[in-house]
């Protein structure tokens, strides 16, 4: 999460769209807005070691029926 911040704050530093006359356009702001779409996805992620809050109370019963065997 960190690096993704990091990579986040050099990008707003330095200015988004840079145009040379006739010779070449770099626009990144696209790339700020994956870097904040991708760190807003983690940030809504569960971590692997932390404790679901989902409770799971359904039980399913299957009724078995009896058949002739061969």
Known sequence: M???????????AEPLK???N?????DNSAN?????RR???INDETAPDEQSTAVH????TV??????RR
């Not at 006739?22 to 770099?26: D, F, S, Y």
């Not at 109370?57 to 399913?60: A, G, P």
């Open 2 to 12: 960190e690096v993704l911040h990091e990579r986040l704050a050099v990008l707003v």
């Open 18 to 20: 840079v145009t040379v």
């Open 22 to 26: 006739g010779v070449a356009t770099i």
């Open 32 to 36: 700020v807005t994956a870097l904040e």
């Open 39 to 41: 760190a807003a996805q």
């Open 57 to 60: 109370d359904v039980l399913t």
């Open 63 to 68: 009724q078995l029926c009896a058949r002739r």
